[in-house]
């Protein structure tokens, strides 16, 4: 990649933060590569001193084909996700090394694909293991349940506005404009979503965004950092197991067998409210999410066929107008939709 090419404009963009943070030593300097995978930031690979560490900035629009544009404060949200976690599961979450206001920028530890490895690949290769998606379970779960206990979280991630611009308008009410007829229920969902505040949300709880690491599931990508409603972490997380089985020819069963063993194993997490509560929503939220992501303002890329696609719609649009109440009635009716 040639310098002009590089999303930090000059090589002073990025070295004179880390001077500030400490983490670049005067006269030092650094091989940057930038790393590929987001729609929503520009992340770089730092090589310098002897040390290797990732710097990341959120963009002010994604790199989407429909408008997305979003407060750039996230990073800062994301930074202070990963500090809280690094308080109750510290091996949950990247450490962060630094953060430079100014630049709007922070650093964190890079964890090396070698002994890290990314979920998604694992379950697009057909790797499925339930017992790994029953530890995302737990682990997110104790994450709601520490800072639903932690006073000082509600006014450290107010961050509705954020919410607003990046979750609830491009999968909810963008996807209720694309299907007028279900365009009450996605608004419902929406208020429901935004006036709900339990617990911090991560907000991003993807297979994308989760480590395979040596001491369990390391989260990524808390740029949705939220004092909200839980339930759309553990939807947003369950939607993507349903969606891996949308592929022709996937086994549907498996996924359905990991998206239960999730499900289970945070359900029983689950102190800080009511957990026949926050299964209604999350089962409300589900079907929601399911067809956002063929419809709403980003579509997953590897549902290529029109009849993947429609698939999706036929078992979505009946539980989006009449939603059960528990999720393993959602990852049923999929199952056996054709």
């Not at 498996?254 to 026949?276: I, Q, T």
Request: aromatic share 8%.
């Amino acid at each position: 990649m040639s310098e002009q090419d590089h999303a930090f404009t000059n090589d002073g963009d990025l070295i004179e933060p880390l001077r500030r943070m400490g983490l670049l030593k005067a006269g030092a300097r650094a091989c940057l590569t930038p790393l590929t995978g987001g729609v929503s930031s520009d992340i770089y690979l730092v090589e310098a001193e002897e040390r290797r560490f990732c710097v990341k900035r959120a963009l002010p629009r994604l790199k989407v084909l429909a408008l997305w544009e979003a407060p750039v404060e996230r990073n800062a949200a994301e930074a202070a996700w990963m500090r809280a976690v690094a308080r109750w599961l510290p091996r949950a979450a990247p450490r962060v090394l630094g953060e430079d206001a100014k630049a709007g920028l922070f650093a964190m530890d890079y964890l090396a694909p070698e002994d890290h490895r990314l979920w998604k690949t694992q379950l697009l290769a057909g790797c499925v293991e339930p017992d790994f998606a029953a530890a995302v379970g737990r682990d997110l779960a104790v994450i709601h349940a520490r800072s639903a206990a932690d006073p000082g979280v509600p006014a450290a991630f107010a961050n509705d506005g954020t919410f607003e611009a990046i979750r609830i308008e491009p999968y909810l009410r963008a996807t209720g404009r694309a299907h007028p007829a279900l365009a009450p229920r996605f608004e419902a969902l929406a208020r429901t979503t935004l006036s709900t505040k339990r617990a911090l949300v991560h907000g991003d709880v993807s297979p994308k965004n989760i480590l395979d690491g040596p001491l369990g599931p390391v989260f990524l990508d808390a740029e949705c950092a939220w004092f909200g409603d839980p339930a759309f972490d553990v939807a947003f997380c369950l939607n993507h197991l349903l969606l891996k089985g949308a592929r022709t020819g996937a086994d549907r069963t498996r996924y359905g067998a990991a998206f239960s063993a999730l499900a289970r194993a945070y359900l029983a997490g689950v102190d800080w409210e009511s957990a026949d509560g926050l299964e209604a929503r999350a089962a409300a939220l589900l079907p929601a999410l399911f067809l956002a992501r063929v419809d709403g303002k980003s579509p997953v890329e590897y549902l290529t066929l029109d009849s993947e696609r429609a698939a999706v719609r036929r078992a979505a649009t009946p539980l989006i107008a009449d939603p059960p109440r528990r999720l393993t009635d959602v990852g049923d009716a999929w199952i056996r939709a054709r």
